[in-house]
């Protein structure tokens, strides 16, 4: 690798299979665009199945099938309640499990705000309420301090390797 | 909503419709699963054809669609080289907007690892270069401040709503 390129430099320490790695892993279980909306619509405080039907305008068979894989796999769990006079029925509520997805889907919003939306703005925009400023998905080391992407490199843990190609 | 869940505070504050979120847009470019292992691949380095195919183990038309998906979305340019007594050829690489995608693709791989791996962590971490921390996707303010789920507001601005529901 010879190149220039602005971000050619990033990560570029190991040739390691990546291909069991948790990104395709995390994907198989949530990279179907239904079941990322309704994560969104869960964190914007939609519950219910009829009001997920209705904003997502899927089927109810994907929407039910998507609803019970989140359910399985723990980052959605059912609550019962009734309204006065017809039987019980479910609310969906995520779990902490998925508030620790929360960066994934900033990060989607804000790189379609920035790259994707006529003005560079999408429809909404996160804030957070104690100071007002605005919130957004970002890299940091583990005292929070911001990382560059030149400043990454990608460590093989499980097939260690002194390459560098 | 009288939840007393974890994450149901989080970002509650609007009812706006969100079908055309950002989120909606970007997940309709890169959601496709070989479109988001391809960039993975790109950032470990892997630039030409014959590498990512031999990776990710799709079809060659499927990954030629994806690489030419990418490039004219702006995530990927096209770099000629040519090796001595073979015709030219093309290397891939990601571009400013690709990195932008980082803390998209560093939050899958960490929630996967946390979630899915057996043994709590990947088969790679990401860690800073210049002092050896782990690097992760976190919520922050303009400050870069680390912003607490729970200290999150989705403001609508395309439809302002005082709706608190």
Redo the contacts between chains.
């Keep these: ?1 010879k ?1 220039a ?4 430099c ?20 949530i ?1 179907e ?1 239904w079941t ?2 309704i994560l ?6 939609i ?1 219910r199945f009829d009001d997920f039907l209705r ?3 899927c089927s109810p068979a994907v929407l039910s099938a998507r609803l019970k894989t989140l359910t399985e796999a ?1 980052l959605v ?1 059912r ?1 019962s309640y009734k309204e006065p006079g017809e039987r019980e029925r479910f ?1 969906y ?25 006529a003005d560079g ?11 007002g ?15 560059s ?1 030149s ?9 260690p390797t002194t390459r560098q ?1």
Tied chains: 1, 2.
């Design positions: 690798m190149s390129c602005y971000a050619q990033i990560m570029k320490a190991t040739a390691s299979d990546l291909r069991d790695c948790s990104i395709a892993s995390t994907l198989s279980l990279g665009k990322i909306l969104r619509d869960l964190f914007s405080g519950s904003r997502l305008e723990g769990r609550v609310e509520r995520p779990t902490r499990s998925a508030v620790e997805l929360l960066p994934v889907l900033v990060g989607l919003m804000q790189w379609g705000d920035r790259h994707l939306a703005t999408g429809p909404v925009e996160i804030r957070s309420r104690s100071n400023q605005r919130v957004s998905a970002a890299l940091v080391d583990e005292e929070g301090r911001a990382v992407p400043d990454m490199a990608l460590i093989p843990l499980a097939r190609d």
